[in-house]
């Protein structure tokens, strides 16, 4: 087994290593001593790895900030003017909040009263929002702000709470960002508005657990104990209480409101202060779990690993105290947890399981995906952000469901319809077992393909976890050929076939014939040697190695798909030999690929004694598309067929196309590539293919469309001499060959290869849409990113001041940033520490380093809709396209006179498309482009309908693990304050001079 990510590096199996985040100072006491007595989990650690060798990282985060991580390893870190960045807190982690903490309610009371105005109220916003960002898809929040009246932050929200998804969180932080303080406060009527609000929302949309009231504010001047013993007698709902700014007069009175209601006061006085804040309110959510002993079992939504940077779900579980002290106050000390790389799980769910146009996805019990092939993390180098709660609606399109979604005034109103993808998704999440069939959109080639699939989702539970299965199966892409057994399993043994030369070959092969390579996916792995990585091809030679001597296995592999691969290697066999030595300069290379993920590519030019030369990876057909019936090209071999007769063999045509920046393609160094599907009986066993230069296909599509009809003087004679007057090098005659797409293959202006008809003839494709030759499809993508209109404004001059008072300000600033550091910096621990014994790794551990370095850039993106229109030729009515009459449209001369035919290039995706065209040169302004380009989706939000363009609830099954706070003991009430803030003589005396310094200066 080997990491991913640390090839080049290395990890350490004898060790776990420590990581500290800058914001937790790193000689604390109860930090040292929290690792020496955490040293004991690396023999916990590796004999985990001996009894499941199918663990990546295991790691353990502690409530005081450090992470133990095994296997040890120094991680990359951004690097950004030789300074490293480090901004990794394992508390800020989903894996980490889920797991200390049960699914909760949050209700924040923001203070917006007239003193919060300056610097109190951006210290604010950013509290807010970094415990915003500490919520995830199982919790439930809202915002109120108060002054001398309370509101909610959104009018729309006024009874109910918003689930914390990505969406949902930007635009309630958004909201709160807008707000300007004024007036003064009512905080007691604040808090028996709160309780009001919480009543209202109790048992609706929200999880019903762990209620809590946040309150963040510069400073109260009264208790409120009235509105608490009316409202939270039992203690049910907790209460945070955060003072922001530099006043300190009201601090007591803060404090009693959180210790009273079982919460925590906690002061931020710097923004640094803001990371440490916001980690120490979980563990005291967590406390009556705790006291129970219960400790639920957590599974993350997929996010993208610090470490690594792949993509991954985590499994974890929190740590209490098990010390008579600690289970009467419920003390937590961290969470334990393990990663699941997808890749891993992707492995166990090979595509060659599923056939062409299948797959499998997984959702969550809020309908977030967790893997599906068309799950999208990043657009053109940016990552898109918040891919932990995408929808599970908003990837599996029923083909009806996005022009349906035109119609309605919210994108949210989709979730009180009727649509398949609802039904589907709500069967999901109740646990239920089944099947169902529905028509769906599966986009392709960089969004620029679509075709409507009618495949069958099966769907079931996995058991003790919050997640649902589904296998989706095309009827004519999953029958999948049933190879010989040449290997098979009996209990513990693995048993032979006699004859065992296809396995003799197949190890011959893979180690011997250049230009074969296998997919990615492969679905073997090694059990034995951690630190080594190997090619999947000699993975294999390994596996097939081992079987045949009867050794003990080091490598673990699918046997069912072992089979396959045999199969298909022996089908293969003589491959290169059949290629001719000497070919065509017009053709470069030819390839084969199997559903078994085999891939053969070969040069036409360097076939020598049948030994086959291959280009190298920038270049290489199979090399870039290595993941056979996973790849665009496979399924559109099957999609995109069009065969005169069934039992032809049909090609598909893949035209090069424009990229966003509309450069034009250079001839000389594109290629077209032609492939087919190559079937057994009714069973898709291979993709065929050839790649050619443009030049080349230019070359004959000009000498085929320039050539004369043979049959010229008998159609003469019959009186019929259209077909013989015109080639397509006449004046008013243009001729385009374009796949089923639209898209240009070839035609004669080369500057139009590899756009749209659309683009190109606008005014004809304006005809072939109203007269039907062309279906127009509809595509919202709800993964998209939009560019932000980013708008800089030059700071304004300073005053100038007299030298005296610039002298003044001056050393009142110093003053008051010496102070404050001064402050902030605890004495206490720093004496203590000297006392405690350093932590060191152990001599002989040598870890190698490697930084990664961080890109700035100009541009930002942010989460969008984008609709796309997409049109697929009708070949049914293809018949009818000739010599098709334009009416002359109204911006065009009445000279112009338009018509035109198509037919279709037997046994491919190819149309000819005939052009004659007079006197339509000056028509201005042209029709509506039709152009299949994205744009940004716009819903409805005019006033009156902007509440229902917002968030409504969806389905979702609650977690199991909930806790609520009428189970807490009067033990909690004693640890109340924040923990890094303790009174000092030194403190006082140097706030003393500070008040001092400030009298004397003004």
């Known amino acids: 087994m080997n990491i991913t990510g640390y090839e080049t590096t290395g990890v350490l199996y004898s060790n776990s290593t420590i990581h500290v985040p800058t914001v937790v100072y790193d000689k604390d006491p109860d930090l ?43 991680w990359n870190l951004p690097v950004t003017d030789d300074k490293v960045l480090n901004l990794f807190d394992s508390r800020r982690r989903s894996w980490y909040s889920q797991a200390v903490a049960p699914p909760k309610t949050v209700l924040f009371m923001v203070d917006v009263s007239g003193s919060q105005t300056g610097l109190a109220i951006g210290m604010t916003r950013l509290m807010v929002n970094s415990t915003i960002d500490s919520l995830d898809g199982n919790d439930f929040f809202n915002i109120l702000t108060f002054n001398d009246t309370t509101k909610v932050v959104e009018s729309c929200y006024e009874n109910t709470l918003v689930q914390a998804t990505y969406e949902n969180k930007e635009y ?86 959180a210790c009273n209601n079982h919460g925590m006061y906690s002061r931020i006085r710097v923004r640094s202060d ?44 929190p740590v209490h105290n ?108 109740n646990q239920d077992s089944g099947n169902m069939t529905m028509s769906v959109e599966v986009t392709s080639d960089d969004m620029r393909r679509v075709v409507v699939l009618r495949p069958t989702y099966f769907y079931s539970p996995i058991s003790s976890t919050p997640f649902s299965l589904a296998v989706v199966l095309d009827k004519d892409g999953n029958k999948v050929i049933d190879p010989p057994k040449l290997i098979q399993v009996e209990g513990d043994k693995i048993i032979l076939a006699e004859d065992q030369d296809n396995l003799t070959y197949a190890i011959a092969a893979l180690e011997g014939i250049n230009g074969l390579k296998l997919a990615e996916w492969v679905p073997c792995e090694l059990i034995a040697n951690f630190t080594v990585t190997l090619p999947n091809e000699k993975m294999v030679v390994q596996f097939l190695k081992e079987v045949v001597a009867k050794k003990k296995l080091t490598v673990r592999c699918d046997i069912d798909w072992i089979n396959l691969l045999l199969l298909d290697l022996n089908i293969t066999n003589g491959y290169n030999e059949s290629l001719p030595s000497t070919y065509s300069s017009d053709f470069i290379s030819s390839f084969v690929a199997t559903t078994s993920g085999l891939n053969q590519e070969c040069l036409y030019q360097k076939v020598e004694d049948g030994v086959c030369q291959v280009r190298d990876s920038t270049e290489s057909f199979t090399l870039n598309h290595p993941n056979t019936l996973a790849e665009d090209y496979f399924q559109r071999a099957l999609n995109d067929a069009v065969k005169k007769n069934p039992e032809d063999i049909a090609f598909v045509y893949s035209a090069p196309l424009k990229g966003n920046d509309e450069i034009n393609l250079v001839v ?141 300000n001056l050393m009142m600033g110093l003053t008051e940033r010496f102070i404050l550091i001064l402050m902030t910096f605890n004495w206490y621990e720093w004496l203590s520490v000297l006392a405690m014994p350093t932590v060191v790794p152990p001599e002989d551990t040598t870890i190698p380093t490697e ?112 806790s609520l706070s009428t189970n807490v003991s009067k033990s909690m009430e004693v640890d109340c304050s924040s923990s890094f803030l303790r009174p000092s003589w030194i403190l006082l005396a140097l706030a003393t001079f500070h008040l001092f310094v400030r009298s004397c200066l003004v």
Not at 281 to 297: D, S, T
């Open 172 to 257: 309630m932080k958004g909201r709160l960002q807008a707000i300007e303080p004024h007036e003064e406060s009512n905080v007691c009527n604040a808090f028996d508005k709160a309780f009001d609000a919480l009543a209202r929302m109790r048992g609706g949309a929200g999880n019903n657990c762990s209620e809590t009231i946040m309150l963040f504010t510069d400073g109260v001047e009264f208790t409120c104990e009235e509105v608490f013993q009316a409202r939270n007698a039992n203690k049910s709902v907790r209460v945070f209480t955060y003072l922001l700014g530099e006043l300190v007069q009201h601090a007591k009175i803060l404090q009693r409101i």
């Open 322 to 429: 098990q010390t008579a002290i600690g289970k009467a106050t419920g003390n937590v000390i961290g969470a334990a947890g393990v990663d699941i790389p997808l890749e891993s799980i992707q492995r166990i769910a090979s595509p060659y399981k599923f056939g062409v146009n299948g797959y499998f996805f997984m959702i969550t019990n809020n309908g977030y995906v967790t893997s599906h092939p068309q799950h999208k993390f990043e657009s053109n180098g940016w990552e898109i952000p918040g891919i932990s709660t995408q929808d599970i609606t908003d990837i599996e399109q029923s083909e009806s469901s996005d022009e349906d979604l035109r119609k309605l005034e919210s994108k949210f109103a989709k979730f009180e319809t009727d649509f398949d993808e609802i039904q589907l998704r709500e069967s999901m999440i």
């Open 851 to 962: 930084n990664i370095n961080i890109t700035t850039r100009d541009e930002e993106y942010r989460r969008c809709d984008l609709d796309y229109r997409y049109y697929k030729l009708n070949n049914s009515l293809l018949s009818n396209a000739n010599d098709v009459g334009i009416a002359n449209p109204a911006y065009c001369p009445e000279d112009c006179k338009n018509s035109y035919s198509m037919f279709s290039v037997p046994n491919t995706n190819l149309v000819l498309l005939v052009l004659a065209s007079t006197g339509c040169d000056t028509c201005n302004p042209l029709p509506k482009l039709y152009v299949p380009e994205a744009t940004e989706f716009g819903y409805n939000t005019s006033e009156e309908l902007r509440c229902d363009s917002l968030w409504k609830p969806r389905l979702r099954l609650a977690p199991d693990s909930c």
């Open 668 to 808: 000389n160094d594109t290629l077209v590539t032609a492939y087919s599907a190559l079937k057994f009986t009714d069973k898709v066993v291979a993709v065929a293919g050839v790649q050619m230069s443009l030049s080349s296909v230019l070359k004959v599509f000009n000498d085929v469309t320039s050539m004369t009809n043979p049959d010229c003087e008998i159609k003469e004679e019959r009186n019929d001499p259209k077909q013989c007057e015109h080639t397509c090098d006449t004046p008013g005659i243009s001729c385009v060959l374009m796949d089923s797409d639209g898209y240009i293959l070839a035609c004669k202006d080369e500057t139009e290869i590899g756009s749209h008809i659309a683009k190109a003839e606008p005014i004809l494709f304006e005809n072939m849409l109203y007269k039907g030759f062309f279906n127009s499809l509809s595509y919202i993508d709800h993964q998209g990113l939009c560019k932000i209109n980013m708008t800089y404004h030059p700071a304004s001059g300073w005053s100038l001041l007299n030298p005296l008072s610039q002298m003044k």
């Open 32 to 74: 040292l001593r929290g690792i020496n007595a955490t040293s004991v989990l690396d023999q916990v650690f590796q004999d985990n790895l001996e009894k499941d060798t199918s663990l990546t990282w295991q790691y353990f985060g502690s409530t005081i900030g450090y992470m133990r991580n095994y296997p040890g390893v120094l």
């Open 274 to 317: 803001v990371p440490e804040t916001v980690a120490e309110y979980l563990p005291i959510l967590g406390r009556p779990l705790a006291q129970e002993g219960v400790k639920p079992i957590v599974w993350t939504n997929t996010y993208r690993d610090f470490k690594t940077n792949n993509l991954t779900i985590s499994v974890s579980q």
